[in-house]
C-alpha cells in the first residue's frame, strides 16, 4: 500500500501531475463483429513510449474479485479476465521496446509481517462475512413466511474466492504463471502491436515484490553505456508508493497508470449477496434477479473505469520549485533534494514501519518534515541522504524539529475530531427531530420533507382500518429487519474490550439483532442513520486503496480503549489521550506493556525504527538490503525518543531468502490452509504443534485512533523464523514432487518474437544450431534493441514447436506453430551501486508549469508546514530544554541535537560518506 492518502494528497496539492488517458476502444459491428484496436497506430495520448512495467498484482486481485461485477466462476474464467485487463493495458500505452510483467515473489520478512497482518484479517473478516450470510439466511426466511426463494438461497450461501490464495507458493499462482507465459507467446504470434517487443515475466517464483523487481530492472538498465537515458517508462499499479519509486529511479521520463479509484457509476454498484445491481448489501432484499430477455440472455455491458497518468516529470517540476532554497552556503542539487523529500515520505507511511504517531497526511505530514527540512538544510552542512543511504547525524535535526511540535500536533488534532464530531451529532440530532415531527404530522407530510426511502401514504385510512390516537411519539424510528443490521455491526466499536475477539462481539451483537427484530413493527424501513456498508472480504483490497487515497469509505472499527461506550454515538474510548499532558507514559504503558520509566526501552525502540528508515530508504534505492530484517514491534515511537542517532552505526547481513512455502506458512492463517500441502496442516491446526501460538483465529484489532477497522493494528505475533523452520523441517521430506516444484526458486524469462530479426536470430544460433555452444550468453544492445543483461537457454523448452492452452476448457486457442521464444533472462550486474543522477544526454520535455502556477506554489510553501510552531529551532539547545517535555509527562529532555556549535559549517556534502 504504500503511503496512505498519498495518490490524493499529491493530486490535490499538485493537480497538473494527474490526466486521463486517451484510450480507442474496440468496435463493435452491426453484426456483432469486435473490431479490436489497433496498437500499431500512433499513440492517441500523443506521445510513444518505450517500456511499460505491469505491477500485477493490482490487475489479479480485480479480476479475480471484482467489485462492479459477479467474480468469476473458477480459476480459468479469472485467467481470461486477466488477459482481456491486460491487453486493455497495453493497448493504451502500446509500448514500443519492452513489456516487463512482474509478479509478488517471496518477499522479505520486513513486507511479511504486514502481508500476515492482511492476510489473517481477510481471514478473518471472511469468516464474519459467511456468519453474516447464514445469518441473513435466516432472516430472509423469516420475512418470507419461513420460504425463500431458491436462488436467493444460492447467492446467500455462496463462498468467495480467497484471494489469501494470490501469494507465492499456492497453486492459483502456478496457474497464473503457466498461463500469462501462453498469453504472451500467443499475442506475440499474434498481434502485429507486439510483434517487435520484447516480453520479460518475473513470475511468483522469482524472489522480490513485483514494484520492486520492476525497479530493480530499471537501475540495471541505467548502468549499461547503451541505455537511452530519454526512455519512455510507465508503470501500471494501484499502490501509491509506485510514484516514490518512480522518483527514486531519476529516470526523468516516468508515468505511473492507474485506474481511476475515485470513479463511479452509481448504476453500476452490485450487492455481493444477490449479485445484483441497483443496491447494495446494506439494502438487500433477498429478491430474485430480473431476467434480462426471455432466458436471462441479455448481458448488460459493464462501463469501463476510465484511467489516469500521474507524470512523475511534472512532479519533479513542482517540487524542484517547492524545495528549492535560496542563499544555500552549498549548490542546491535537486536529485539529492529529491532523495531527501522520499526518504521523508516514508515517515509517514511505508509497508515495513507503522507511521510517526505526530504524522498523518491528511493533517499535512510530509509538509510539515519539508517545512523543517528547509528551515535546517543550510545548518546540517548538506543533504540527509546521498544514494540510498542515511546521515544520521542530519536526521537528527529532523526528529528534533518534529519532536518540538508533537503536543501541538496531537491537541490540534484532538480539536478537529471534536469539532468534527460536534458536527455530525448537531447534524443527526436534527434529523431526529425532523423524523419526529414528521412522525407527529401522523405520516401525512408535505412530499419535500418526506424521507427519500419512503411511499407517498394515502390520503386517508383505507376502508375497515380506525386509527387511533397516538399519546407519545418515539425519539428514534424503529430498527429496519435487512441485512443493514448485519454488515453495520457498531458493537464491534467494542471488539476490544474485555479481551473479546470481534468475531465473539459480532455473535453477541447478532443475537441482540434477532431479538430486537423480533420487536420491530416494520421490516421495511432502512435505519437512515446506519452507516454504510463495509467493504467485503472480496472487496478489500480495493476498498484499502480508496480509504489510503483518501476517499471516504466506510467500514465497521473495532474498540480502542478498554471502556466500552454506551451509546452509538460515543465512539471508541482513547485511554492513551494524546492530546493530554503524560500521553508517552500512558502510550508505553499500554502498547508497549512497559514501565514508564522505562526511558531507555523507549530509545531501544526509536534505534529499532531509525534501523527500519535505514532499511526502506536502501531498499528503495539499491535493492533490498536484507531479506532477514524487520520492525520488531507493533508501534512507532515518538519523534522525542529518537536521541543521538549520529552514534548509531547501521550495518545490514543479506541473510536467507525464504522458500515459498516458508512464507506461506508465516503469512497464511490455518482457513486459508488449503492453499498450503497437506502435510504442514497439522503444523496449523494440532495444540500439540510447536508452532501452535502463530495461527490464533481470534486476535485482538487495536484501532489505534483510526475509524476503519482494516486501518486499526492486528496484535498478531511476530512469526519466530528458527521455530518455523525447525517445525517445517519435520515435515519437508514428504513432499510430492510437484510440491517440490512449487517451492524452487524460479527465473526471469525473456519472450520474443521471430519478428525481431537480430535478437532473434541470434538466440535462434546460439542455443539451437548446429554451431551452438554455451547455454549462456551476454546479450549485444545492438542486437537486442538497447536491452542489457544475459540469456540462458531454458533445458527442457524445444522452440519452433505448437503452443498449447495450458487450462482445461480451451478458453483461448491452441497455435499449430509457435513463432515465439523463449530464454532466461538475467538483469545485467553492476560493481558499484545506483547513483541518484540524471544521466548524460538527458533531454528535457517542455515544462508544465507556467510563471503563475510556479508563483501560486512559491506563495503557498511559505507557510506550508508551519502550522504547529517550533520551526526552526534553535540548534544549539541543550537537552535539558525541551519545549515539548510537558506533554510527556516526566518525559524530561526529549532530545539531543547532533552536533552543537557549529561544526557542520566547515563540513564538505559528502555527509559521511568518504
Not at 431 to 443: F, K, L, P, S, V
Not at 538 to 555: H, I
Request: with cysteine.
Amino acid at each position: 500500500m504504500g503511503i496512505p492518502a498519498a495518490f490524493r494528497w499529491l493530486s490535490t496539492k499538485y493537480p497538473k501531475i494527474v490526466s486521463p488517458v486517451a484510450e480507442d476502444q474496440p468496435i463493435t459491428m452491426e453484426d456483432g463483429t469486435v473490431i479490436p484496436v489497433d496498437a500499431t497506430q500512433p499513440n492517441p495520448n500523443g506521445e510513444e513510449f518505450d517500456n511499460l512495467y505491469l505491477d500485477m498484482n493490482g490487475i489479479v486481485h480485480p479480476c479475480s474479485h471484482p467489485e462492479d461485477r459477479p467474480p468469476p466462476k473458477d480459476e480459468e474464467e479469472m485467467m481470461v479476465e486477466i488477459f482481456k485487463y491486460t491487453d486493455r493495458v497495453v493497448n493504451m500505452v502500446r509500448p514500443r521496446k519492452l513489456l516487463m510483467i512482474a509478479v509478488d515473489g517471496v518477499a522479505p520478512r520486513a513486507k511479511m509481517n504486514q502481508q500476515r497482518s492482511r492476510r489473517f484479517r481477510a481471514a478473518q473478516e471472511a469468516k464474519e462475512k459467511e456468519e453474516d450470510k447464514q445469518q441473513l439466511l435466516v432472516m430472509l426466511k423469516k420475512q418470507n413466511g419461513g420460504a425463500v426463494i431458491q436462488e436467493s438461497v444460492e447467492t446467500v450461501v455462496k463462498r468467495a474466492f480467497d484471494s489469501n490464495s494470490i501469494t507465492p507458493g499456492t497453486p492459483f499462482m502456478d496457474i497464473l504463471a503457466a498461463s500469462l507465459r501462453y498469453w504472451c507467446a500467443y499475442k506475440l504470434n499474434t498481434d502485429p502491436a507486439w510483434a517487435k517487443m520484447k516480453v520479460i515475466i518475473s513470475d511468483a517464483t522469482v524472489p522480490g515484490e513485483g514494484e520492486h523487481k520492476i525497479m530493480e530492472f530499471v537501475r540495471s538498465q541505467r548502468v549499461s553505456p547503451d541505455h537511452d537515458p530519454n526512455t519512455r517508462h510507465v508503470i501500471y499499479g494501484l499502490d501509491a508508493d509506485l510514484i516514490m519509486l518512480g522518483l527514486a529511479t531519476h529516470e526523468p521520463h516516468f508515468r505511473v497508470l492507474r485506474e481511476d479509484v475515485f470513479f463511479q457509476d452509481s448504476k453500476a454498484r452490485m450487492c455481493r449477496i444477490c449479485g445484483q445491481k441497483g443496491h447494495e448489501e446494506r439494502n438487500c432484499k433477498g429478491e430474485a434477479k430480473e431476467k434480462d430477455g426471455e432466458f436471462d440472455e441479455k448481458d448488460k455491458a459493464h462501463p469501463l473505469k476510465p484511467f489516469i497518468w500521474l507524470h512523475v516529470s511534472i512532479l519533479r517540476e513542482y517540487l524542484a520549485v517547492e524545495l528549492d532554497i535560496p542563499g544555500l552556503p552549498f549548490k542546491f542539487d535537486l536529485e539529492r533534494a529529491l532523495d531527501d523529500w522520499v526518504f521523508m515520505c516514508f515517515f509517514v507511511g511505508n509497508d515495513f514501519l507503522p507511521h510517526l504517531p505526530a504524522l498523518e497526511i491528511r493533517e499535512n505530514g510530509i509538509d510539515t518534515l519539508t517545512a523543517i527540512w528547509k528551515d535546517n538544510l543550510p545548518v546540517m552542512g548538506g543533504y540527509v541522504t546521498k544514494d540510498g543511504h542515511v546521515d544520521l547525524e542530519r536526521a537528527q535535526f529532523i526528529m528534533a524539529g518534529l519532536a518540538k511540535q508533537e503536543d501541538a500536533i496531537f491537541r490540534r488534532r484532538k480539536e478537529t475530531e471534536d469539532r468534527r464530531e460536534a458536527g455530525f451529532k448537531r447534524r443527526k440530532l436534527q434529523q431526529e427531530r425532523r423524523d419526529a415531527g414528521n412522525a407527529g404530522r401522523g405520516g401525512f407530510q408535505d412530499r419535500n420533507n418526506r424521507s427519500r426511502n419512503q411511499p407517498l401514504e394515502a390520503a386517508g385510512p383505507p376502508p375497515g382500518v380506525e386509527f387511533h390516537r397516538i399519546t407519545e411519539f418515539p425519539t428514534t424510528r424503529p430498527q429496519a429487519f435487512t441485512h443493514d443490521m448485519v454488515v453495520n455491526r457498531k458493537a464491534i466499536d467494542q471488539a476490544n474490550v474485555a479481551n473479546k475477539s470481534a468475531a465473539s462481539v459480532l455473535k453477541e451483537k447478532i443475537q441482540g439483532l434477532m431479538s430486537q427484530a423480533a420487536k420491530a413493527p416494520d421490516a421495511s424501513t432502512e435505519a437512515k442513520d446506519e452507516p454504510t456498508s463495509p467493504a467485503s472480504a472480496l472487496g478489500k483490497r480495493k476498498a484499502e486503496l480508496l480509504e489510503a487515497d483518501g476517499a471516504s469509505t466506510p467500514a465497521t472499527v473495532v474498540s480502542e480503549g478498554a471502556t466500552p461506550a454506551s451509546t452509538d454515538d460515543e465512539g471508541p474510548v482513547d485511554t492513551v489521550r494524546l492530546w493530554e499532558e503524560g500521553y508517552a507514559d500512558r502510550y508505553y504503558q499500554q502498547k508497549f506493556h512497559v514501565d514508564a520509566k522505562d526511558i531507555e526501552f523507549r530509545h531501544k525502540v526509536a534505534r529499532a525504527y531509525v534501523e527500519g528508515l535505514a532499511w526502506v530508504l536502501r531498499y528503495y534505492f539499491q535493492g533490498c538490503p536484507s531479506w532477514e530484517w524487520y520492525y520488531p514491534y507493533h508501534y512507532a515511537p515518538f519523534a522525542a525518543d529518537f536521541v543521538d542517532l549520529g552514534k548509531m552505526e547501521i550495518n545490514f547481513e543479506k541473510g536467507r531468502i525464504s522458500r515459498p512455502f516458508e512464507q506461506l506458512m508465516s503469512v497464511l492463517p490455518a482457513a486459508s490452509r488449503h492453499s498450503i500441502p497437506e502435510i504442514f496442516h497439522d503444523l496449523m491446526l494440532n495444540e500439540d504443534s510447536s508452532i501452535i501460538d502463530f495461527y490464533p483465529e481470534d486476535f485482538e484489532v487495536d484501532l489505534n485512533g483510526k475509524k476503519m477497522a482494516w486501518q486499526g493494528v492486528a496484535l498478531l505475533p511476530f512469526i519466530d523464523m528458527p521455530r518455523l523452520l525447525a517445525a517445517m523441517e519435520t515435515k519437508s521430506h514428504l513432499l510430492s514432487p510437484e510440491d517440490q516444484a512449487r517451492n524452487a526458486m524460479g527465473k526471469d524469462v525473456l519472450l520474443i518474437s521471430d519478428a525481431h530479426p537480430g535478437l532473434y536470430d541470434e538466440i535462434t544460433t546460439r542455443f539451437y544450431s548446429k554451431k551452438q555452444g554455451a547455454t549462456k550468453f551476454k546479450l549485444n544492445p545492438k542486437t537486442s534493441d538497447g536491452l542489457a543483461g544475459s540469456v540462458e537457454k531454458i533445458e527442457d523448452y524445444i522452440p519452433h514447436g505448437s503452443l498449447v492452452y495450458p487450462l482445461t476448457r480451451s478458453a483461448m486457442p491452441d497455435v499449430d506453430f509457435d513463432r515465439s521464444l523463449r530464454v532466461h533472462y538475467e538483469f545485467p550486474s553492476s560493481a558499484h551501486e545506483h547513483k541518484s543522477m540524471l544521466l548524460r544526454g538527458v533531454k528535457f520535455s517542455q515544462p508544465a508549469l507556467n510563471r503563475s502556477d510556479i508563483e501560486a506554489l512559491k506563495g503557498k510553501s511559505q507557510n506550508s508546514g508551519r502550522g504547529y510552531g517550533g520551526v526552526p529551532f534553535d540548534r544549539n539547545n541543550n537537552n535539558n530544554n525541551n519545549s515539548n517535555g510537558n506533554g510527556r509527562g516526566g518525559r524530561g529532555g526529549g532530545f539531543s541535537y547532533a552536533p552543537g556549535g557549529n561544526q557542520n559549517q566547515g563540513r564538505n556534502d559528502r555527509g559521511g560518506y568518504q
